[in-house]
């Protein structure tokens, strides 16, 4: 047998040997990949998809899909409250009440309640807070979500409008926190229902808690301006009736 038959016959025997490896490595892969699945589902609970911190996420965080990864868990692995990946979206846009720590799973008990207000501002728009006091604001009696007109003391003794259709945020008085989900808990001495606390809502004016402070959603342009207005003078938040028909 010639040298050059010789050295055909060992390149396609090389050839084959390799594809045969290739063949045995692959086959042992997808035995491996059966075999895992198989074994998350006969684990009990079965296996659920669950979203994992891609990096250290810390407190007060707003959440967002970017900051994790999916993956397959056995659901004997999951702590209670774990958050599977179809019902992330429900929380999406709150913000972390803890640490979630590098590969740890997403679970309910790192999150905080409903979305802040603050965390709504549209584009544009700039949170401020001001001083504020019962007189010149409403009474105290100003609820989340209302819509106010600003106005201010001017030089020459007058009061002339800063800006209309004016959000409220946040406030220290217990009506704006009312207005975000109804009377709390510490809302009723004792756990008694109806029995209400100083400084409720539904307690007269003179036994509430004097207002002290108010945020506001303000065009970001505005914001300079009305700061200067509030160093100044007086700010007054005024509630407009519209007229009928009035858009």
């Known amino acids: 047998m010639s040298q050059k038959k010789k050295l055909t016959i060992s390149i396609i025997a090389g050839f084959a040997g390799a ?14 990949t059966t075999a895992r699945a198989e074994v998350l589902e006969q684990l009990e609970g079965g296996a659920k998809r669950v979203l994992v911190a891609r990096d250290r996420i810390e407190a007060g965080t707003i ?7 999916e993956q397959t868990w056995p659901g004997m692995c999951l702590q209670e409250g774990t958050i599977t990946v179809g019902d992330f979206e429900q929380y999406s846009g709150n913000r972390t009440a803890a640490t979630i720590l590098r590969g740890e799973a997403l679970s309910a008990t790192r999150i905080a ?9 549209e584009a544009g728009m700039t949170a401020l807070t001001l001083p504020a006091d019962d007189v010149s604001a409403l009474g105290g009696e100003i609820l989340h979500g209302m819509r106010l ?7 020459d003794g007058r009061v002339a409008e800063l800006v209309t259709d004016i959000e409220v945020l946040s406030a220290n008085t217990p009506a704006v926190f009312a207005g975000l989900g109804g009377p709390h808990d510490s809302d009723f001495p004792d756990g008694e229902p109806g ?29 300079e301006q009305i700061l200067t207005a509030s160093r100044a003078g007086t700010i007054h938040l005024v509630l407009p009736k519209k007229l009928e028909g009035e858009e």
Do not use: H, I, K, Y
């Not at 007109?149 to 030089?155: E, G, H, Y």
């Open 19 to 32: 594809l045969c490896a290739v063949l045995f490595l692959w086959t042992q892969a997808q035995s491996a």
């Open 63 to 69: 959440l967002s899909d970017r900051l994790f990864t």
């Open 113 to 121: 309640g409903d979305p802040l207000p603050l965390d709504r501002l």
């Open 149 to 155: 007109t600003l106005m201010a003391d001017t030089p």
């Open 195 to 223: 029995l209400l606390a100083a400084g409720s809502p539904s307690l007269p004016p003179s036994n509430r808690e004097p207002l002290n402070w108010v945020t506001l959603a303000v065009p970001s342009l505005q914001a």
